[in-house]
């Protein structure tokens, strides 16, 4: 990447860590947004099935899965077999793991309360904003992508890095169907995960090198070489 773009990503990750931050706010201190928040989960209310619920379990378990960390460890170590770096896979995965920890005590600061029992279709425990689900979704998918791209053509890192960014959307709007959010809680983690992201844009790591070519062929068919 060149580093003229530096710049750009820095104020992208700041503008989007503010924009996070006016939510924080708000929701620490009166909740502005408290009737919009109503408007969308009642819509959702009105709209729930039987099968929508179990689709957005199965697809909100995933946001928390335990394999999450290890696929980040694993896509790091393929990267350091075909680059030889160990620095993207550690950058993706310390990335990752600041921001959800980092997401964990902005959540024990705001200490927003969450929907109302009556309308939750899960289990769960702790403060409501951010969406602890959507930050570590959107965290997993983007350092998984970053590092798609040093093993992959571009073409299919940019197919692999649509479905990912797909996940992250699902497992976040499975936590408002699931009456355990208010949608400016995953608004805010989306906000908060790409501001965290936007670190591992300014790594300047060497490029995965390309993959070899075949040698010159003589008539006979064998390389040039001897």
């Given at each position: 990447m060149s580093r003229s773009l530096t710049p750009r990503l820095g104020a992208t990750g700041v503008g989007l860590l503010a924009g996070a931050a006016v939510l924080a706010a708000l929701a620490r201190f009166g909740r502005p947004l408290g009737g919009l928040d109503r408007a969308v989960l009642g819509t959702v209310l009105d709209h729930r099935t039987g099968t929508g619920l179990r689709l957005a379990r199965i697809v909100t378990d995933t946001g928390?899965?335990?394999?999450?960390?290890?696929?980040?460890?694993?896509?790091?170590?393929?990267?350091?077999?075909?680059?030889?770096?160990?620095?993207?896979?550690?950058?993706?995965?310390?990335?990752?793991?600041?921001?959800?920890?980092?997401?964990?005590?902005?959540?024990?600061?705001?200490?927003?309360?969450?929907?109302?029992?009556?309308?939750?279709?899960?289990?769960?425990?702790?403060?409501?904003?951010?969406?602890g689900h959507t930050v570590t979704s959107a965290l997993v998918a983007g350092a998984l992508a970053f590092l798609v791209h040093r093993l992959l053509r571009p073409g299919p890192a940019r197919a692999a890095a649509v479905v990912l960014a797909l996940?992250?959307?699902?497992?976040?709007?499975?936590?408002?169907?699931?009456?355990?959010?208010?949608?400016?809680?995953?608004?805010?983690?989306?906000?908060f995960a790409a501001a965290a992201l936007t670190l591992l844009r300014t790594d300047h790591d060497t490029p995965a090198p390309p993959l070899p070519q075949a040698g010159p062929y003589d008539s006979a068919g064998r390389t040039g070489r001897g």
């Open positions: 928390a899965s335990p394999a999450l960390f290890p696929l980040i460890a694993a896509a790091g170590i393929a990267v350091r077999v075909r680059t030889g770096s160990w620095r993207p896979g550690l950058t993706a995965l310390a990335v990752a793991a600041l921001g959800v920890l980092a997401r964990l005590g902005l959540s024990m600061l705001v200490r927003e309360p969450r929907p109302a029992e009556a309308f939750r279709a899960v289990p769960v425990g702790g403060f409501s904003f951010p969406s996940w992250a959307a699902l497992v976040g709007l499975s936590r408002v169907y699931l009456g355990v959010h208010w949608i400016s809680d995953v608004v805010a983690g989306w906000l």
